[in-house]
């Protein structure tokens, strides 16, 4: 954990360098080096709107610490490095100043007209500050101090319960960006957890070995995901430093004040505790030139905090870590989504997949693995497209299942007929994304009935109820009429289903009967036994009323002198021949009568009448229309 804070943290210190005895007013006088002006002076700088004049400057303005100090024949040299919008280049100025006991801490120094942005650093400096503040080091004292900070950390280095809570608090031009990690610790049965922002990883010893699990967020999902198992803790790279504290050097200064302790040391000593890749540390102290860092430490009943801060030009970095022996506890992850794992050696539970599994997240270039057990029978295979689904057995060997050949479900290319068994079922993807994605594997057989195309439910009641248990449910229906006729269902209410005519055994018709409508539906039969299948997109259930009379049209009807037994069910072009007979020359009249249920049609019927020459031929005789 030091080693993230230090890799996301530069910390500078100070340090003393030589002092003297100055008369009268102070008591001491240091010289000021390159090396020691930090202890003393910080510079900022602010960029007025131009002057009366148009004259464009900048103002370096010195604090120094000591509150009752002052400069004394103190000359600085300062680099200025300015940035131009217009011209797109960075050019560099230097600009000496000297301070005089009780001169202006804040200095105008012009600069261009097309300088948009200027930064200053001190190059050089000579001369020397009076102060009352001694920067002598009492190394007896510093020693006392040490060991009496031994003894009140001793119990948070022997706690076999510790939380961490680390916070980082970054400020640059008066915004601040603040982040926190806590960490869980502890010693048996080993667990560790480690947390921002929601995600991190937890690492927990179970039935002697390590599993490590990864918790994370995506887009506004959170999820945990076991990573790996290993038998010892030493096996695990990912695991976070755990050494609690600072290690209390002897090459640290020591001071105690208003309850809280000080450690002062050199950099390099105390980052190569928390660094051990020398490159990094190498870079680390390459951006990074203070050669001193300061520590503090406040310790209360069951807690300590460390912290150190970091001033640097235009912002400055915070960070502390309190260590506490009363809050460990392990994370709660009841409002997280367990992940597949990516190796099917750490499937813990088999997934009921009969239903919607959901929001499962995948990553692109590995593989999510299940455990699924099946019993036989025809499975719809339900994923987006752009994955794939691969079986084995348990014992790692492919698994291809047959496609199901029943006509009944042509429609769909999903369904597989599954042998009885237990498998690892693998989710991949050649497609590079990471992203979400829901699945099912669903047993038609969990539907309460299965249309038979051969066993059709024959309609032989004034009412039916049609119920749909899902997708793949089908309600195979069939009306016996010798003469055909007029089948009118009327539904409840208006729905979704779809109502096909079947043409022949394993053929359907194209258009769907049903209007979606709360309307009835009128279906003209054909003679004999009428099948239709009945389907959905979703689970319904309707209720339909069911009339059946009338007889279908067919060649040879005679018109008499008497309406016929039955009404005559148009054929569906809609056109009808009938015969009649005039013995002798005269008028006719044509009477229709229309079943109550439909209304006459507005512009009425047209009517052409051919008539039979003596060779039997009919030939166009008249036409007119019924009103």
């Not at 200025?80 to 797109?88: A, E, G, P, R, T």
């Not at 008066?174 to 610790?185: L, P, Y």
């Not at 905090?305 to 992850?333: C, H, P, R, W």
């Amino acid at each position: 954990m030091r080693k993230f804070i230090y890799f996301t943290v530069t910390i500078f210190i100070l340090f003393l360098t030589g002092c003297t005895n100055d008369s009268n007013r102070y008591k001491f006088s240091y010289d000021l080096t390159m090396d020691n002006y930090t202890d003393f002076i910080e510079i900022s700088t602010f960029t007025p709107a131009s002057n009366e004049s148009g004259e464009k400057f900048i103002q370096i303005i010195v604090t120094i610490k000591d509150g009752d100090a002052l400069l004394d024949d103190v000359e600085i040299t300062y680099s200025l490095q300015h940035y131009s919008n217009f011209f797109d280049n960075y050019t560099t100025t230097t600009h000496t100043h000297t301070y005089t006991l009780h001169s202006d801490l804040i200095i105008n120094v012009p600069i261009s007209l097309f300088s948009d942005q200027t930064t200053v650093k001190i190059t050089s400096i000579k001369g020397r500050v009076l102060t009352n503040t001694s920067r002598e080091i009492d190394y007896e004292q510093s020693e006392k101090i040490k060991l009496q900070l031994e003894s009140m950390l001793t119990p948070f280095l022997d706690a076999t319960e510790l939380s961490i809570e680390t916070k980082i608090a970054l400020t640059i031009s008066g915004q601040t960006i603040n982040e926190s990690v806590f960490m869980n610790i502890r010693q048996s049965p080993f667990y560790l957890s480690s947390f921002s922002n929601n995600q991190g990883i937890i690492i927990s010893e179970s039935n002697n070995s390590y599993i490590l699990t990864e918790v994370g967020r995506f887009e506004s999902l959170n999820y945990y995901r076991l990573i790996d198992q290993f038998d010892s803790i030493d096996e695990v790279d990912s695991i976070p430093d755990t050494d609690i504290g600072v290690v209390l050097s002897d090459d640290f200064f020591y001071s105690f004040e208003d309850d809280i302790y000080t450690l002062t040391g050199d950099t390099k000593t105390i980052l190569r505790q928390m660094i051990t890749d020398e490159d990094t540390l190498n870079a680390f102290l390459n951006v990074y030139k203070d050669n001193k860092l300061t520590l503090t430490i406040r310790v209360n009943d069951y807690s300590y905090t460390e912290t150190v801060n970091l001033n640097f030009e235009g912002g400055s970095i915070m960070v502390s870590m309190t260590y506490d022996t009363s809050k460990f506890s392990e994370a709660n992850l009841n409002n997280y989504v367990q992940m597949p794992p990516l190796n099917p050696e750490l499937i813990t539970h088999s997934t009921d997949v009969s239903q919607t599994v959901k929001d499962q997240l995948f990553v692109s270039g590995t593989t999510n693995y299940y455990r699924v057990e099946l019993t036989g029978g025809l499975y719809a295979f339900e994923i987006d497209s752009s994955f794939d689904m691969t079986f084995y057995t348990l014992d790692g060997t492919l698994v291809h299942f047959d496609k199901s050949t029943d006509p009944l479900y042509a429609e769909h290319k999903n369904i597989y007929n599954i042998p009885e068994g237990t498998y690892i079922l693998a989710i991949s993807s050649r497609a590079d994304f990471v992203k979400l994605y829901d699945f099912r594997i669903f047993p038609l057989n969990s539907y309460k009935t299965i249309g038979d195309q051969l066993n059709p439910i024959l309609l032989t009641e004034d009412a039916i109820n049609v119920e749909i248990e899902g997708l793949y449910d089908y309600v195979i229906l069939a009306v016996e009429a010798p003469e055909g006729g007029l089948l009118t269902l009327s539904p409840d209410k208006a729905s979704n289903l779809f109502i096909y005519r079947y043409i022949s055994d394993d053929h359907l018709d194209s258009s769907n009967l049903n209007n979606k409508e709360s309307k009835p539906i009128y279906i003209s039969l054909t003679p004999g036994i009428n099948k239709f299948r009945v389907s959905s997109w979703y689970v319904e259930t309707i209720l339909f009323d069911i009339d059946l009379h009338g007889v279908t049209w067919h060649d040879g009807i005679t018109l008499t002198d008497s309406y016929s037994d039955e009404f005559i069910i148009t054929s569906r072009n809609g056109s009808n021949d009938y015969s009649f007979t005039m013995d002798n020359d005269g008028y006719f009249v044509i009477d229709i009568l229309l079943d109550e249920m439909l209304s006459f049609p507005r512009y009425g019927y047209s009517a052409y009448i051919s008539k039979s020459n003596d060779l039997g031929v009919y030939q166009s005789y008249t036409s007119f229309s019924i009103t």
